[in-house]
């Protein structure tokens, strides 16, 4: 009896002495918008007590798991009104948020929260461009494009005027993974890279990540940039739509089952082709000959997202996109004795994907995505031509074709895995299915059809990642990572361990320090000898004879919150790249006597540079002033000697500036003024005549020949590249739609910017402001002259385009 009295007070003083630690609860839902009902991606949840915190992810979801007691939720989302909940957490809870919009409120202030603000994230190089930003910024022609905005970022270059390409801190284009919608989209572009296949009337949210990348993200060396549809309102049906100078737009979103289900349809069309038919029939009239060339394209997308539980999600979404370039030509004239003519000539490139995903909640800290996709980008040049002889009563069919192109099967799971405010773990899998289509020719005469050229080439591709976002102390938050990724080809299996490493110290309650390193591999690459971001370029696997890309990057820098709506970062970085491709000197695309692997060369990349980013998202004035000063340069064995050059999208300097201005409610301004250091070139510098050494003597005396020697591989720049864009919006909003009269100006002040250099030859004087090249004499008595011809390629353009929404 006397033991067991000693051994309750025992423990009965143990319990006295120590704080039995506090039952932890849940609070887990979905952040959207009250009247879309879109999920609100990056929206951010904390209590006020203790400042503990989180966001929600690609789909809305959120998770917070807090001790019992007393809780002061507030949920924020830049652009929309700040909700709080309060009330007692003694148990889980489900609570889903629909935040409201700014524009619908009358009166309303929306200012970055604690939990929001730049400095607080360990995410760095991480752009989002708020779609609103997107369509007010001035635009080429009045057609809204995503990538000419991003382009517009310090650190990121265009491929040349006009061009919707993308250069990422000295990488090449193919070192991009642009995804829509989780699929991976091939080619960007229509109308030769003028403008991007996004629509911006489908879009929801935009990230671009040009650095510190997290495990999760991999595939390719430079840039992931992450685009995603919306999913179409739940609650009423809306659309919007333009017409202007290039193309016309309509969408049209709305509920299939309200609150369970929706559907979204965007389409867009050019129609230089229809326009102009009367005027080519009118110059074909006195012809016998009828030609008809014309080009076009247009872009569909199309989602469906249905809710079947609480815990449960399906989403399927498309897209489709073609550009065709055509010349037609028909005779006119037919009798019994002679022959008629048909043939089609042209060009053809696009995309098509599709995605299928699954959301499932398994349990309140645990969410999961499973994710099915197809991508297919294909390319065509071809000749078709159509002979029929009245005589004989014959017809003949000549077919060409060269086809190019990639298709990808792909699966992935991804899971989010919130334990507590402390850590956010994400990990997952995925698995894709490459054809290769490098590059094929195929004839069809007398209905007999004839493959030569390029094999396909079918590979695999895996991939394994975890990454856990931890919160050390009050100041110190670390993003650990590790992807694992392999690739298999050709009885080859090519495999990397990618780590990845991330940290945010804040210096004070307004200033955080940062720094990243991240290892990334590529096993898909890009053949391209052209400024354009053109049809004709290649997609290309890594085979036994070629090696995977590789990068290796360092970016440290500061991040500054102030006067609650200004964010204000400087980063330096320093990335190198192994294993880039390049095609030899004198090769060509189109060569099918020879395989594509015989035509590239690898070597290794380089770049490094600070950028200087200020922001401003909120507000009735917002905008961006960006500056980039970089270095990029190349080294490839069996070019240049051997030595380094510069990179051909090698600016020193590169400066943006994007301002946007509400006037009430009824007008709204924009401009955007950017100025870069001119692009490098190779040139050639002399030219000189020599005996020729196949035939040395003719009839006519001795054979010469002329041979041109050349600059070091762009050893020589451009003039400087700046324009001014400007547009005003005259909005009116009507009983039952919304209509706005949109007039822009391109290049403002008609600066005439180089889009590339040709070389002329004179024998007359040339006058000073030209750089000219006397050449030697050689065999010859006369001396021969050189210069250099800038060409531009727009002037000044004014554009009117009329948008509605209902």
Same mark, same amino acid.
């Given at each position: 009896?006397?033991?067991?009295?000693?051994v309750?007070?025992?423990l009965?003083a143990q319990?006295?002495?120590q704080?039995? #630690?506090a039952?932890?609860?849940t609070?887990s839902?979905?952040?959207?918008?009250?009247?879309?009902?879109e999920?609100?991606?990056?929206?951010?949840?904390?209590?006020?007590?203790?400042m503990?915190?989180?966001?929600?992810?690609?789909y809305g979801?959120?998770?917070?798991?807090?001790?019992e =007691?007393?809780?002061?939720?507030?949920y924020?989302?830049?652009?929309?009104?700040?909700?709080?909940? !309060?009330?007692?957490l003694?148990r889980?809870v489900?609570?889903?948020?629909?935040?409201?919009?700014?524009?619908?409120?009358e009166?309303?202030?929306v200012?970055?929260?604690?939990s929001d603000?730049i400095?607080?994230?360990t995410?760095?190089?991480?752009?989002?461009?708020?779609i609103?930003q997107v369509?007010?910024?001035?635009?080429?022609?009045?057609?809204?494009d995503?990538?000419?905005?991003?382009?517009?970022?310090?650190?990121?270059?265009?491929?040349g005027?006009?061009s919707?390409?993308?250069y990422?801190?000295?990488?090449g284009p193919?070192?991009?993974?642009?995804? @829509?919608?989780?699929?991976?989209?091939?080619?960007?572009s229509?109308? %030769?890279?003028? /403008?991007s296949?996004?629509n911006?009337d489908?879009?929801n949210?935009i990230?671009l990540?040009?650095?510190?990348? #997290?495990?999760?993200?991999?595939?390719?060396i430079?840039?992931?940039?992450d685009?995603n549809?919306?999913?179409?309102?739940?609650q009423?049906?809306?659309g919007?739509g333009?017409?202007?100078?290039?193309? !016309?737009?309509?969408?049209?979103e709305g #509920?299939?089952?309200?609150?369970? !289900?929706?559907?979204?349809?965007s389409a867009?069309?050019?129609?230089?082709?229809?326009l102009a038919?009367? %005027?080519?029939a009118?110059?074909?009239?006195e012809?016998?000959?009828e030609?008809v060339?014309?080009?076009? /394209?247009? *872009?569909?997308?199309?989602k469906?997202?249905h809710?079947?539980s609480?815990?449960?999600?399906?989403y399927?979404?498309?897209y489709?996109?073609?550009?065709?370039?055509?010349v037609?030509?028909?005779?006119?004239?037919?009798?019994?004795?002679?022959?008629?003519?048909?043939?089609?000539? =042209?060009?053809t490139?696009g995309?098509i994907?599709a995605?299928?995903?699954?959301?499932?909640v398994?349990?309140?800290?645990l969410?999961?995505?499973?994710?099915?996709t197809?991508?297919?980008?294909?390319?065509n040049?071809?000749m078709?031509?159509w002979?029929?002889?009245?005589?004989?009563?014959?017809?003949?069919?000549i077919?060409?074709?060269? @086809?190019?192109?990639i298709?990808?099967?792909?699966?992935?799971?991804?899971?989010?895995?919130?334990?507590?405010?402390n850590?956010?773990?994400?990990f997952?899998g995925s698995?894709t299915?490459?054809?290769?289509?490098?590059?094929?020719?195929g004839?069809?005469?007398?209905?007999?059809?004839i493959d %030569?050229?390029?094999a396909?080439?079918?590979?695999?591709?895996?991939s394994l990642?975890?990454?856990?976002?931890?919160?050390?102390s009050?100041?110190l938050k670390?993003?650990a990572?590790?992807?694992?990724?392999?690739f298999?080809?050709?009885g080859?299996?090519y495999?990397? @361990?990618?780590?990845?490493?991330?940290a945010?110290?804040l210096?004070?309650d307004d200033l955080s320090?940062k720094?990243?390193y991240?290892r990334?591999a590529?096993?898909?690459?890009l053949?391209?000898?052209s400024?354009?971001?053109m049809?004709?370029?290649?997609?290309?696997?890594t085979?036994?004879?070629?090696?995977?890309?590789?990068s290796d990057q360092?970016?440290?820098?500061?991040?500054?919150n102030?006067?609650?709506e200004?964010e204000l970062?400087?980063?330096?970085?320093?990335?190198?790249?192994?294993?880039?491709?390049?095609y030899k000197?004198g090769?060509?695309?189109?060569?099918?006597?020879s395989?594509?692997?015989?035509?590239v060369?690898?070597g290794e990349?380089?770049s490094? =540079?600070?950028e200087l980013?200020?922001q401003?998202?909120?507000g009735? /004035?917002?905008g961006?002033?960006?500056?980039?000063?970089?270095?990029s340069?190349?080294?490839? *064995?069996?070019l240049n000697?051997?030595?380094r050059?510069?990179?051909?999208y090698d600016r020193?300097?590169d400066?943006?500036?994007?301002?946007?201005?509400?006037?009430?409610?009824k007008?709204?301004?924009s401009?955007?003024w950017v100025?870069?250091?001119?692009n490098?070139?190779?040139?050639p510098?002399?030219?000189?005549?020599?005996?020729?050494?196949?035939?040395?003597?003719?009839? /006519?005396?001795s054979?010469?020949?002329?041979v041109?020697?050349?600059?070091e591989?762009?050893?020589?720049?451009?003039?400087p590249?700046?324009?001014?864009?400007?547009s005003?919006?005259?909005?009116?909003?009507?009983?039952?739609?919304?209509?706005r009269?949109?007039?822009g100006v391109?290049n403002?002040?008609?600066r005439r910017?180089p889009?590339?250099?040709?070389?002329?030859k004179?024998?007359n004087?040339?006058?000073?402001d030209?750089?000219?090249i006397?050449m030697?004499?050689?065999?010859?008595?006369e001396?021969v002259r050189?210069?250099?011809?800038?060409?531009?390629?727009f002037?000044i353009?004014?554009?009117?385009?009329?948008? %509605?929404?209902?």
């Amino acid at each position: 009896m006397q033991l067991l009295c000693c051994v309750g007070t025992g423990l009965y003083a143990q319990s006295a002495g120590q704080q039995l #630690p506090a039952k932890r609860y849940t609070i887990s839902g979905y952040m959207r918008d009250s009247l879309s009902t879109e999920s609100l991606i990056g929206a951010t949840l904390y209590n006020r007590s203790d400042m503990l915190g989180t966001s929600s992810n690609q789909y809305g979801f959120y998770s917070l798991t807090l001790p019992e =007691g007393w809780v002061d939720l507030v949920y924020s989302y830049v652009g929309y009104a700040t909700q709080v909940r !309060s009330f007692m957490l003694d148990r889980d809870v489900v609570i889903d948020v629909d935040m409201v919009g700014s524009l619908t409120l009358e009166e309303v202030v929306v200012t970055a929260r604690k939990s929001d603000r730049i400095q607080d994230r360990t995410q760095m190089s991480a752009l989002n461009v708020p779609i609103a930003q997107v369509k007010a910024a001035p635009a080429l022609l009045g057609e809204v494009d995503v990538l000419k905005v991003l382009q517009l970022m310090p650190g990121i270059q265009s491929g040349g005027e006009g061009s919707s390409g993308l250069y990422v801190r000295g990488g090449g284009p193919d070192q991009n993974l642009i995804l @829509l919608d989780g699929v991976p989209v091939y080619n960007a572009s229509h109308l %030769f890279g003028f /403008f991007s296949v996004f629509n911006a009337d489908a879009i929801n949210s935009i990230e671009l990540l040009k650095g510190g990348f #997290p495990a999760r993200h991999g595939g390719r060396i430079s840039s992931v940039i992450d685009i995603n549809m919306k999913e179409g309102n739940m609650q009423q049906f809306h659309g919007e739509g333009s017409i202007g100078i290039v193309a !016309s737009r309509l969408t049209i979103e709305g #509920p299939i089952l309200k609150d369970r !289900s929706s559907f979204i349809v965007s389409a867009r069309r050019t129609y230089v082709d229809l326009l102009a038919r009367p %005027f080519i029939a009118a110059a074909n009239s006195e012809s016998s000959q009828e030609v008809v060339p014309g080009y076009y /394209f247009y *872009d569909l997308n199309a989602k469906i997202n249905h809710r079947i539980s609480a815990n449960d999600r399906i989403y399927l979404s498309a897209y489709m996109g073609n550009d065709k370039f055509y010349v037609e030509t028909e005779d006119k004239d037919e009798d019994y004795y002679t022959t008629h003519s048909k043939s089609d000539v =042209g060009l053809t490139w696009g995309n098509i994907t599709a995605a299928f995903r699954w959301n499932h909640v398994f349990t309140n800290q645990l969410f999961g995505n499973t994710t099915l996709t197809y991508s297919r980008y294909r390319m065509n040049i071809y000749m078709k031509e159509w002979v029929k002889n009245s005589y004989e009563n014959t017809e003949q069919y000549i077919g060409l074709d060269y @086809l190019s192109g990639i298709e990808d099967w792909s699966g992935r799971v991804a899971f989010d895995y919130l334990p507590s405010p402390n850590h956010y773990i994400r990990f997952g899998g995925s698995f894709t299915y490459h054809t290769f289509n490098p590059g094929s020719i195929g004839v069809t005469a007398e209905n007999i059809p004839i493959d %030569f050229g390029g094999a396909k080439t079918r590979t695999q591709e895996y991939s394994l990642y975890v990454e856990d976002d931890l919160r050390l102390s009050d100041r110190l938050k670390v993003n650990a990572g590790l992807r694992w990724s392999a690739f298999g080809v050709r009885g080859e299996l090519y495999h990397a @361990l990618q780590p990845r490493l991330a940290a945010r110290y804040l210096l004070t309650d307004d200033l955080s320090a940062k720094a990243a390193y991240s290892r990334m591999a590529q096993y898909v690459h890009l053949l391209t000898n052209s400024n354009l971001g053109m049809p004709t370029d290649l997609w290309v696997p890594t085979t036994d004879l070629l090696r995977p890309q590789r990068s290796d990057q360092v970016t440290a820098g500061f991040a500054y919150n102030f006067l609650s709506e200004y964010e204000l970062s400087l980063e330096g970085y320093y990335k190198t790249m192994d294993n880039v491709l390049e095609y030899k000197e004198g090769t060509s695309v189109f060569d099918v006597h020879s395989q594509w692997e015989d035509k590239v060369l690898q070597g290794e990349g380089r770049s490094y =540079g600070v950028e200087l980013f200020a922001q401003k998202k909120t507000g009735t /004035f917002t905008g961006w002033i960006g500056y980039t000063l970089s270095w990029s340069d190349r080294q490839f *064995d069996a070019l240049n000697h051997g030595k380094r050059f510069s990179y051909k999208y090698d600016r020193r300097h590169d400066v943006s500036v994007v301002l946007m201005k509400k006037f009430g409610k009824k007008v709204e301004a924009s401009a955007t003024w950017v100025f870069g250091t001119g692009n490098s070139a190779t040139v050639p510098v002399s030219v000189f005549h020599t005996v020729d050494p196949i035939y040395p003597t003719t009839e /006519f005396g001795s054979g010469q020949i002329s041979v041109t020697e050349y600059s070091e591989r762009n050893a020589y720049r451009m003039a400087p590249y700046h324009r001014l864009d400007l547009s005003v919006s005259l909005i009116k909003k009507k009983r039952l739609y919304e209509r706005r009269w949109i007039f822009g100006v391109f290049n403002a002040y008609n600066r005439r910017n180089p889009y590339f250099v040709n070389i002329v030859k004179e024998s007359n004087y040339i006058p000073e402001d030209f750089f000219s090249i006397i050449m030697p004499p050689g065999y010859l008595s006369e001396q021969v002259r050189y210069r250099y011809w800038q060409v531009s390629l727009f002037p000044i353009i004014p554009s009117v385009s009329y948008q %509605f929404k209902f």
